[in-house]
């Protein structure tokens, strides 16, 4: 690739990381108790296309023991409780280049020890990164930190790779150590995203789905499912929300697709032993000697 090309990419990363930090934060004001969290999530993704980009995700809003792919239902009538711990995790997409970022509110005070926790093994981990950095490295600080904490990290979790319309490419950022890793290099754009949790250490899916993407493409006979297939296919393979789709005769569309293995589904993620879970991540563009931090004021 040209170098005046990459550049011009890495410019759409930038620009897909300035939204983000901007609904980040305007977001952020919401959380507290007795909001809606539907509101929230809509504030995010309708914000994000207010300022010229598009969600890479549908915004998730993950309490307590949930760590993942939990987000509202439509007409969803939850708000935040007191005592809730709450990750927003949020992406935006410029043409298709991604920026992730996640957060976690304690609402209560009480488990600020936790909400430290994986911020610092986010920071922690961003000060090793540059070019030749392996990915087993980056694991062992964040669960490193983690434990130094007095938690666990989870390990069943990780952060990524983000490469055009795909939000969770290679390699795998894991948040412990394993032998083999994988050699970073200069311009690679990664999401780093510690979880750290009082509980086992492990996640486990929910059953509850509400956010799916499109796996694969095949023909389909019911006239419900290809009128749904088409209205998926402008989200070119990032994850969408059921609550985002036409709302008429749906159920029976979404069977038809996943059975005929169209699409893939979210399952919320929780911990296995119902513990509390916090989340940090930014994402990052790997430099020569460290690393530009897209979703943060402070880039570097």
């Not at 007795?34 to 999530?41: K, M, N, T, W, Y």
């Not at 980009?53 to 760590?67: H, L, Q, T, V």
């Not at 209205?231 to 789709?245: N, S, T, V």
Request: net charge negative; aromatic share 4%.
């Amino acid at each position: 690739m040209e170098e005046e090309e990459l550049e011009q990419i890495l410019d759409k990363y930038r620009a897909a990381g300035r939204i983000l930090i901007e609904v980040r934060e305007g977001v952020l004001k919401l959380v507290k108790e007795g909001e809606s969290l539907l509101r929230v999530a809509e504030f995010v993704e309708s914000g994000i296309a207010a300022k010229g980009g598009e969600p890479a995700f549908p915004c998730n809003i993950s309490r307590n023991e949930e760590a993942a792919h939990a987000t509202p239902s439509v007409n969803d009538a939850t708000v935040f409780s007191a005592d809730d711990v709450v990750k927003i995790d949020l992406g935006v997409h410029i043409d298709g280049y991604i920026a992730d970022s996640a957060v976690t509110v304690d609402l209560s005070g009480e488990h600020e020890e936790l909400v430290r926790a994986s911020e610092m093994a986010l920071n922690e981990a961003i000060k090793i990164i540059h070019d030749g950095v392996t990915t087993s490295e980056i694991g062992e600080v964040i669960g490193n930190t983690i434990k130094e904490c007095g938690y666990k990290p989870i390990v069943n979790l990780s952060g990524h790779g983000l490469l055009r319309y795909d939000s969770h490419a290679p390699p795998t950022i894991p948040n412990v150590r394993y032998e083999q890793g994988v050699r970073l290099k200069a311009n690679d754009v990664i999401a780093i995203e510690p979880f750290a949790t009082d509980g086992g250490g492990k996640v486990v899916e929910s059953g509850n789905v509400e956010i799916y993407s499109l796996k694969k493409e095949k023909p389909v006979r019911m006239r419900e499912a290809r009128k749904l297939l088409g209205a998926i296919r402008k989200y070119k393979g990032l994850p969408f929300a059921r609550r985002w789709l036409p709302q008429e005769r749906l159920n029976l569309a979404l069977r038809s697709l996943k059975s005929a293995g169209i699409l893939r589904e979210y399952p919320v993620l929780k911990e296995e032993d119902k513990g509390l879970v916090s989340q940090a991540e930014h994402t990052v563009i790997i430099k020569e000697d460290g690393c530009e931090i897209i979703t943060a004021r402070n880039r570097v």
